[in-house]
């Protein structure tokens, strides 16, 4: 099973969610799940929008690969993700994809340039 790690108050990151951990980020008060896992990717959760659903959370899927990551692309996925419902939960397949994403999400919030926080992410080694 695959780590949730709290990032803060608003967001969470893991890699792929099972069952047993939709039901616990449901318990623990989270209102939306993000998937940025490709269709095609091995391990999915069958039918997730639904399981996810099913429980009263919101579902978004923003699927990209962590080679195709530019500012276009992150503000898009960042402007969804300030419209959903926090806390928010979101994953990938192992923590890469979803880490980055909340790191250069809070870097820009806090004031820094996407390009400084793109090198601070490729300098941790997640892209």
């Known amino acids: ?3 949730v790690r709290k ?3 608003e967001l969470a990151i893991a890699g792929q969610i099972t069952l047993v951990q939709l039901k616990q980020i449901t318990d623990e008060g989270y209102k939306s799940v993000v998937n940025l896992r ?8 069958a039918n997730e929008k639904e399981k996810i659903e099913l429980l009263g959370l919101y579902y978004l899927n923003l699927p990209f690969k962590a080679q195709d990551i530019n500012d276009v692309v992150t503000l898009e996925i960042f402007q ?3 419209e959903l419902p926090k806390p928010t939960l979101i994953h990938c397949d192992n923590s890469i994809r979803s880490a ?3 790191l ?3 870097a820009l919030k806090q004031g820094i340039a996407f390009d ?3 090198q601070k ?3 941790l080694g997640l892209i």
């Open 116 to 118: 400084k926080a793109l």
């Open 80 to 82: 969804r993700i300030a």
């Open 7 to 9: 990032i803060n108050d």
């Open 121 to 123: 992410v490729i300098n």
């Open 100 to 102: 980055t994403i909340v």
């Open 104 to 106: 250069l999400y809070i």
């Open 1 to 3: 099973m695959n780590i």
């Open 38 to 45: 490709l269709p095609d990717e091995t391990g999915l959760l």
